[in-house]
T-cell receptor
Framework: AQSVSQHNHHVILSEAASLELGCNYSYGGTVNLFWYVQYPGQHLQLLLKYFSGDPLVKGIKGFEAEFIKSKFSFNLRKPSVQWSDTAEYFCAVNGVYGNKLVFGAGTILRVKS | KAGVTQTPRYLIKTRGQQVTLSCSPISGHRSVSWYQQTPGQGLQFLFEYFSETQRNKGNFPGRFSGRQFSNSRSEMNVSTLELGDSALYLC????????????????FGEGSRLTVL
């Protein structure tokens, strides 16, 4: 069965600090990988996704993630966070067929201004 | 383009009652998935419907059921409510349901927050 592990549950950063959120998945087949974000009071929305090709994918708002197949990892990065990045971030995986996403437990990011 | 609409947004029920939640997907989307979000278990997949057929099902008891109508709108039902069913129920729509053309991107609604007393 698929599973997703996010390394940190709470992260507190100051503005302009760099961000890296860890995500490891467990699945033997070909996967699609996602990072979703949930801003306070808003619905879940897609930050970025990986299906194939270049393992470094860029998303909205300056976020990027790197797929390392040998490590079953898909870590999220941003060089310089802003107060508006305060949100909960979810890593998710699914197989290439179907829309059944398996989510990690989420990481709550708080950016201090 | 209107997003995914879920109703009701908030509801309170008592143990033993049943509840029906509704989801209207983005126009043109034929796949509707349901997720349960709780502080303890996080986001868990309930089921997915595509063209009125259940495509995938998560590990939830039979008290949780759903259906999809010909206009792609979906409902989920929980019977004999238990305290542990208190959660945010999220609906997500997608244009497709798998295959090589599947982008895998889900568009989520704001959820229906169910409290069971």
């Amino acid at each position: 069965a698929q599973s997703v592990s996010q390394h940190n549950h709470h992260v507190i950063l100051s503005e302009a600090a760099s961000l890296e959120l860890g995500c490891n998945y467990s699945y033997g087949g070909t996967v699609n990988l996602f990072w979703y974000v949930q801003y306070p009071g808003q619905h879940l929305q897609l930050l970025l996704k990986y299906f194939s090709g270049d393992p470094l994918v860029k998303g909205i708002k300056g976020f990027e993630a790197e797929f390392i197949k040998s490590k079953f990892s898909f870590n999220l990065r941003k060089p310089s966070v802003q107060w508006s990045d305060t949100a909960e971030y979810f890593c998710a995986v699914n197989g290439v067929y179907g829309n059944k996403l398996v989510f990690g437990a989420g990481t709550i990011l708080r950016v201090k201004s | 383009k209107a997003g995914v609409t879920q109703t009701p947004r908030y509801l309170i029920k008592t143990r033993g009652q049943q509840v029906t939640l509704s989801c209207s997907p983005i126009s043109g989307h034929r796949s509707v998935s349901w997720y349960q979000q709780t502080p303890g278990q996080g986001l868990q997949f309930l089921f997915e419907y595509f063209s009125e057929t259940q495509r995938n099902k998560g590990n939830f008891p039979g008290r949780f059921s759903g259906r999809q109508f010909s206009n792609s709108r979906s409902e989920m039902n929980v019977s004999t409510l238990e305290l542990g069913d208190s959660a945010l129920y999220l609906c997500a729509s997608s244009p497709t349901s798998g295959g090589a053309s599947n982008t895998g991107e889900l568009f989520f609604g704001e959820g229906s927050r169910l409290t069971v007393l």
